[in-house]
């Protein structure tokens, strides 16, 4: 029996000296500990492909399939993995990564002749569902005691290229809402036919509304259904670099095989051709070859083709000839869906108060919205706290002050309940208490409390200095009194929408 206490040292000592404490027999067991942790899909595709390496180096080691695998583990999943081999082990445990040789002279060789500009290749000749058999028959393998002789993983020669897909945009994590329930469809029917009726397909839209992830997931899907289809996502930015760096080398003729031998292209930002005539030129003939042979294109940008100024007409006419489609900035309920999702996802513990106020206040943007998320994440186990509405309030407002709705401040809704309610901010802010101005006090700290993440204190504070209890008590009285009087909520909700500015 292997103690689950033992420290790195001995595990060092044990790959060292034994074959039966080698990092191989305990990896079943901490694998075990990674599936507690994370979800079965991120188990199977990030964690089962993995291969522990016995080293007498200090620190234990897995394979990783190729260096894009092992890049986004580090970014994405590494903690987790350190984590779990912390807890089986029970001291810390830090893994290193690393890619086998073989592969990663196979894959430097296929960059250095791919293209200038840095494209990474996923899947290359081994689908995921490839590395997936590896990581079973590996599993199937570690059994105590046996040790793995590395081989090269058996897999059927698979042609499927994915050229700078992201595998973590997919459509099954897209949330869909009003505003991209039409954009979801559209993508999903280019997915399930490629090169058919919508082609090009466009999106247009605001900035962090999920046009990149959306072109993803398309890529992601088709490949799924066809490993051997060729797709490339591109930004228009960096189809314009790759084309300076062909002629440079002079290398055009390879720089026209490669896009115009795709069997899907996906150009993120088409707007940043504007004004690149050559750039321009070049594309025009990628479009019309690839459309000629029936091969799908996307294209996203933040303008409709029409807004797009001094695009060549040839190439606006062609913009337009498949399916239009704009991402809408997403409601309310939405954007609560969209942070559960990550919350969910990640494993976390925020609870709904913390969630709607980080909805509340970011509205425009779901990359802002995640970035909330990140930084109160962040500050949460910098300083191993819960995540509270207090924290949240204190660590966001200046985070929210950069969005373009901004936090609502108590100020604001002192006036518009003492317009509604028709009292003076410093009547609210006074000791009288006949009845409607208590009432309207009440009010105006529940609204307080529930719109602007301040603390009790806070609020006490810019109520004419009243105590904290008075604050609290006023919040439940208005949060029971919603409860059991239809009217009275649907009153105060009105109040909140006319904060919001939106009645
Ligand atoms: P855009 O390309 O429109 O600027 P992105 O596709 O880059 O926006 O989206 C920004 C971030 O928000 C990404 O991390 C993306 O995964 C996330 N995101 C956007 N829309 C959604 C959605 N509907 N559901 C889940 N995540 C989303
Ligand atoms: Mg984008």
Redesign the pocket.
């Known amino acids: 029996m292997i103690s689950r206490t033992i420290s790195n040292q001995d595990l060092v000592k044990g790959l060292a000296g034994s074959s039966m404490t080698n990092l191989d027999t305990h990896w079943p067991e901490i694998l075990d500990v990674v599936r507690q942790k994370v979800a079965q899909q991120t188990f199977n595709t990030w964690f089962m492909p993995l291969q522990p390496v016995n080293t007498d180096k200090n620190v234990p080691s897995v394979d990783c399939p190729d260096r894009f695998f092992m890049d986004w583990f580090s970014e994405h999943h590494l903690n987790a993995l350190n984590e779990a081999g912390s807890d089986y082990f029970g001291t810390e445990t830090l893994f290193s990564l690393q890619v086998p040789e073989a592969k990663a002279i196979s894959q430097a060789m296929t960059a250095n002749s791919a293209t200038a500009e840095p494209t990474v290749e996923t899947g290359g000749t081994e689908t995921p569902a490839a590395r997936l058999d590896t990581g079973a028959a590996q599993q199937k393998a570690n059994q105590p005691g046996i040790l793995i002789k590395k081989t090269t993983p058996v897999t059927a020669p698979r042609t499927a290229t994915m050229t700078n897909i992201n595998p973590e ?1 997919t459509f099954d ?5 009003s505003g ?1 329930d039409l954009v979801f469809a559209a993508a999903t029917a280019v997915s399930n036919n490629p090169g058919g009726h919508f082609n090009p397909l466009f999106i247009h ?10 072109m993803h997931a398309i890529g992601n899907a088709i490949a799924k259904d066809d490993p051997d289809k060729r797709i490339c996502y591109i930004t228009a930015e960096n189809f314009m670099n790759d084309l300076i760096a062909s002629i440079r080398d002079r290398r055009t003729p390879e720089f026209k095989l490669k896009y115009r031998s795709m069997d899907v292209l996906l150009v ?1 930002d088409v707007a940043f051709l504007t004004g690149k005539e050559s750039t321009q030129e070049e594309f025009f003939h990628t479009f019309n070859a690839l459309y000629d042979l029936k091969k799908q294109i996307v294209l ?1 940008s933040d303008r409709s083709p029409k807004e797009i100024t001094t695009l060549e007409e040839r190439l606006r006419s062609r913009f337009e000839w498949g399916l239009i489609t704009d ?1 809408q900035p ?1 409601n309310l309920e ?1 954007r609560m869906a ?1 942070l559960k ?1 990550k919350v969910e996802s990640n494993q976390i513990m925020i609870s709904d108060d913390v969630i709607t106020y980080i909805a509340e206040n970011i509205t425009d943007n ?2 802002r919205l ?1 970035g909330a998320l990140i930084r109160l994440l962040a500050f949460a186990s910098l300083t191993g706290n819960e995540i509270s509405l207090e924290m949240a309030s204190e660590v966001l407002s200046s985070f929210f002050q950069g969005s373009s709705s901004g936090p609502v401040k108590i100020a604001d809704v002192m006036k518009t309940v003492g317009s509604v309610h028709d009292v003076t901010v410093d009547q609210l802010k006074s000791k009288r208490r006949t009845q409607d101005l208590a009432r309207a006090r009440q009010i105006a700290m529940y609204l307080s409390r529930e719109m602007t993440g301040a603390s009790l204190n806070q609020i006490g504070r810019a109520f004419g200095n009243k105590d904290h209890s008075t604050v609290s008590y006023a919040c439940q009285k208005i949060a029971d009194l919603m409860k059991t009087d239809a009217r009275f909520r649907g009153a105060v909700l009105d109040i909140q929408d006319r904060i919001r500015g939106r009645r």
């Open positions: 945009y994590n897209f949330v869909v809402g991209t839209g605001g900035v962090g509304l999920g046009k990149t992830h959306l993120d996203t991402v997403p939405t969209i999702r779901i990359r995640e």
